[in-house]
């Protein structure tokens, strides 16, 4: 079996999961292989940096509305 990257881990059910941290905040990236996690780290970015990506676990309901 190939060496996964720095970052990368197998999870128990078979899919990959990457964490980055961006100011302090750590992400969780999900996916079936390196290449779409890749993709979707890529995305995340740059949706973060333009300031429109939402983390939804701990939005309240006030937040939801000023979206």
Same mark, same amino acid.
């Given at each position: 079996? +190939?060496?996964?990257?720095?970052?990368?881990?197998?999870?128990?059910?078979?899919?990959? $999961?990457?964490?980055?941290?961006? !100011?302090? %905040?750590?992400?969780?990236?999900?996916?079936?292989? +390196?290449?779409?996690?890749?993709?979707?780290?890529?995305?995340?970015?740059?949706?973060? $940096?333009?300031?429109?990506?939402? !983390?939804? %676990?701990?939005?309240?309901?006030?937040?939801?509305?000023?979206?």
């Amino acid at each position: 079996m +190939a060496r996964l990257a720095a970052g990368i881990r197998k999870r128990a059910d078979g899919t990959l $999961e990457k964490r980055f941290t961006i !100011d302090g %905040r750590r992400y969780s990236i999900y996916g079936k292989n +390196a290449k779409e996690i890749s993709q979707k780290e890529q995305e995340v970015r740059k949706k973060i $940096e333009a300031g429109i990506y939402t !983390d939804n %676990r701990n939005l309240t309901l006030d937040g939801y509305f000023d979206e």
